[in-house]
């Protein structure tokens, strides 16, 4: 699993974006919680419980600090 580190305009972590081996992309936030992933295959992003909420690669909208 590949992992990169997110960070907000001011340079502070914010989570981090992990890519696993089937190639669905995990956002985590500051404290390692999963907020939601994006399964490209699908083109869709689902919130830390599975629910949709996009079409298209939303986690940056779920890791921002005013979701």
């Given at each position: 699993?590949?992992?990169?580190?997110?960070?907000?305009?001011?340079?502070?972590?914010?989570?981090?974006?992990?890519?696993?081996?089937?190639?669905?992309?995990?956002?985590?936030?500051?404290?390692?919680?999963?907020?939601?992933?994006?399964?490209?295959?699908?083109?869709?992003t689902?919130?830390?419980r599975?629910?949709?909420?996009?079409?298209?690669?939303?986690?940056?909208?779920?890791?921002?600090?005013?979701s």
């Open positions: 699993m590949a992992e990169e580190i997110v960070r907000d305009q001011t340079g502070r972590k914010i989570g981090t974006l992990e890519t696993r081996a089937d190639g669905i992309l995990v956002a985590k936030d500051l404290f390692g919680k999963k907020v939601g992933e994006y399964d490209p295959d699908n083109d869709v689902r919130d830390g599975g629910r949709k909420v996009g079409v298209g690669d939303q986690l940056s909208w779920l890791l921002s600090p005013d």
